[in-house]
């Protein structure tokens, strides 16, 4: 049995980030696009979870209407497939959590993320270095084959830099220092940030979900195969 993977959403870095994370042998991963649906709903949720799952439904439908139709863009035969879509942000504590739910949209959605990073540090130039506490979140939603909808949710934990460094990762990567490694986010490898990111511990607890699910209902071989990392949300 193929276990497809398809994830709401264009964004290639996420999609880059998520094959690595998803490392299951008996896995693919497709964004939307390569399923051949395109889904654009508007994100009116109030939490990441909200706006997760409201992307997640709007591809799920689309898929459902494909199968039927017979138009999807694979083969659906023999194939288990799990619809998967993520929402994400910065959480700054001294901007009271902004950007928040709406980081993507942070001064408008086509602006460049080096202007978004010199704003914000701008608002936060007179914050004490103690006070410069932020964490990237991510929420993964999840509907898998029988229908059910289950969300999780991962954490990153970091500081606003006072300048901009690194050429790895996307988005506000650049500017989020993480002590451990005295380095930002975008200075450390694509493997160091899988292992400590948001969106791979978030990713990790759904995929261990799933396992769990397939076990439940028979449809996994290989149920009891460990996923990679913990399997755990912070």
Same mark, same amino acid.
């Given at each position: 049995?193929?276990?497809? =993977?398809?994830?709401?959403?264009?964004?290639?870095?996420?999609?880059? @980030?998520?094959?690595?994370?998803?490392?299951?042998?008996?896995?693919?991963?497709?964004?939307?696009?390569?399923?051949?649906?395109?889904?654009?709903?508007?994100?009116?949720?109030?939490? =990441?979870? @909200?706006?997760a799952l409201?992307?997640?439904?709007?591809?799920?439908?689309?898929?459902?209407?494909?199968?039927?139709?017979?138009?999807? %863009?694979?083969?659906?035969?023999?194939?288990?497939?799990?619809?998967? %879509?993520?929402d994400s942000?910065?959480?700054?504590?001294?901007?009271?959590?902004?950007?928040?739910?709406? %980081?993507?949209?942070?001064?408008?959605?086509?602006?460049?993320?080096?202007?978004?990073? @010199?704003?914000?540090?701008?608002?936060?130039?007179?914050?004490?270095? +103690?006070?410069?506490? #932020?964490r990237f979140?991510? #929420?993964? #939603?999840?509907? =898998?084959?029988?229908?059910?909808?289950?969300?999780?949710?991962?954490?990153?934990?970091?500081?606003?830099?006072? %300048?901009?460094?690194?050429?790895?990762?996307?988005?506000?990567?650049?500017?989020?220092?993480?002590?451990?490694?005295?380095?930002?986010?975008?200075?450390?490898?694509?493997?160091?940030?899988?292992?400590?990111?948001?969106?791979?511990?978030? =990713?990790? #607890?759904?995929?261990?979900?799933?396992?769990?699910?397939?076990? +439940?209902?028979?449809?996994? +071989?290989?149920?009891?195969?460990?996923?990679?990392?913990?399997?755990?949300?912070?």
């Open positions: 049995m193929k276990h497809l =993977f398809i994830i709401a959403t264009g964004n290639k870095g996420k999609i880059r @980030e998520i094959r690595d994370i998803i490392t299951d042998p008996d896995a693919e991963v497709l964004s939307m696009r390569e399923a051949g649906v395109e889904a654009d709903p508007d994100e009116t949720g109030t939490t =990441f979870e @909200e706006n409201i992307k997640a439904r709007a591809v799920s439908a689309l898929i459902c209407q494909k199968t039927e139709d017979g138009t999807l %863009s694979f083969d659906p035969t023999d194939t288990q497939i799990i619809v998967m %879509s993520d942000g910065l959480v700054v504590d001294a901007l009271g959590g902004e950007p928040g739910i709406y %980081s993507a949209r942070y001064l408008g959605y086509d602006t460049d993320y080096n202007y978004k990073m @010199e704003q914000i540090m701008k608002r936060m130039e007179d914050v004490p270095e +103690e006070e410069r506490t #932020a979140v991510a #929420a993964v #939603a999840a509907i =898998f084959p029988d229908g059910t909808e289950h969300v999780v949710r991962g954490t990153m934990e970091g500081v606003i830099a006072h %300048s901009i460094n690194g050429q790895n990762g996307f988005g506000y990567d650049p500017f989020f220092y993480l002590p451990e490694y005295g380095k930002t986010s975008a200075e450390i490898t694509e493997e160091e940030k899988n292992e400590i990111s948001h969106r791979g511990k978030a =990713f990790r #607890a759904m995929i261990a979900l799933y396992h769990v699910w397939c076990a +439940e209902n028979g449809s996994l +071989e290989e149920a009891s195969k460990e996923t990679s990392g913990d399997g755990t949300a912070q």
